[in-house]
């Protein structure tokens, strides 16, 4: 097996790992065409190719994994209390158990590294927000992957190669018709006046929502040896 950085020639390869695992229901993420790499990647102003690698064999793609070395940040945050973040890795359902994705992730976390990152994780901080399907509904969506999925096999995977839960993720999903406005609602809201904590309606009731269903995605993180 070679690893290298991914070349735009590898985005057919790509596509067909990626759209066999949407399709069989491994991830709930969209099926990747090239108009949705270019909007999600190349637009991207985070992106560099550099931290796009793919796995070989016998010259043939059977892995990847994308990341991101953030290089515009939020007040207090710098290069070096940033971690690296984990976009997505696939690799070829023919291939899976034999390393490769371990070794993906090592030589991803490599790079980090060397960038100046002492972790990494994979999160819904990443700019990189991939739309996905709510799971058990009729194809409703997303518009930001929150970590992992609980269900993935993403999500065993890295808890195999020692990557930890940091927070847990609940799915922010109801129908409207089931909705029943939470009873701490305003005593929420005159606390956060009071902490100076300004708010929209639509945040209130996300965070209203988030009370009402189970835990669905988590962050995973690492901190690096
Ligand atoms: C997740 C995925 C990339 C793992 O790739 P892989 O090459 O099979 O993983 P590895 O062979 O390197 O496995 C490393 C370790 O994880 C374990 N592991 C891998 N997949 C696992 C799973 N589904 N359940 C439990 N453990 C798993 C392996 O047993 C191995 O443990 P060990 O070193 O103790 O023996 C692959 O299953 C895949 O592409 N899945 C579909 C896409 C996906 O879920 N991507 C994540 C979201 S972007």
Redesign the pocket.
């Known amino acids: 097996m070679n690893i290298r950085t991914f070349e735009k020639r590898d985005l057919q390869s790509m596509n067909r790992?990626w759209n066999e695992?949407v399709q069989t229901g491994?991830?709930i993420?969209y099926y990747l065409t090239e108009a949705y790499f270019h909007t999600k990647f190349e637009k991207n102003p985070h992106y560099n190719p550099k931290y796009s690698l793919v796995a070989g064999v016998d010259d043939e793609i059977v892995?990847f994994i994308n990341g991101i070395v953030k290089k515009i940040f939020l007040t207090n945050k710098t290069n070096e209390n940033s971690p690296g973040d984990i976009t997505?890795?696939?690799?070829h359902?023919d291939?899976?158990?034999?390393?490769?994705?371990?070794?993906?992730v090592d030589e991803l976390c490599k790079l980090f590294k060397s960038a100046g990152k002492r972790s990494d994780v994979i999160s819904n901080n990443n700019p990189v927000n991939f739309d996905w399907r709510v799971p058990g509904t009729y194809g409703h969506d997303h518009n930001n992957t929150p970590g992992?999925?609980m269900d993935?096999?993403?999500y065993?995977?890295l808890?195999?190669?020692d990557f930890e839960d940091s927070d847990r993720k609940i799915a922010m999903y109801l129908y409207l018709k089931n909705y029943i406005p939470w009873d701490k609602l305003k005593e929420q809201q005159a606390q956060l006046l009071s902490e100076d904590i300004f708010w929209k309606e639509k945040l209130s009731l996300h965070y209203l929502l988030a009370r009402t269903t189970a835990p669905r995605a988590s962050i995973c993180a690492q901190a690096f040896a």
């Open positions: 790992i695992s491994k991830v993420y892995g997505c890795f696939f690799v359902k291939y899976r158990y034999r390393g490769i994705g371990r070794v993906l992992v999925d993935s096999q993403g065993e995977f808890k195999a190669i």
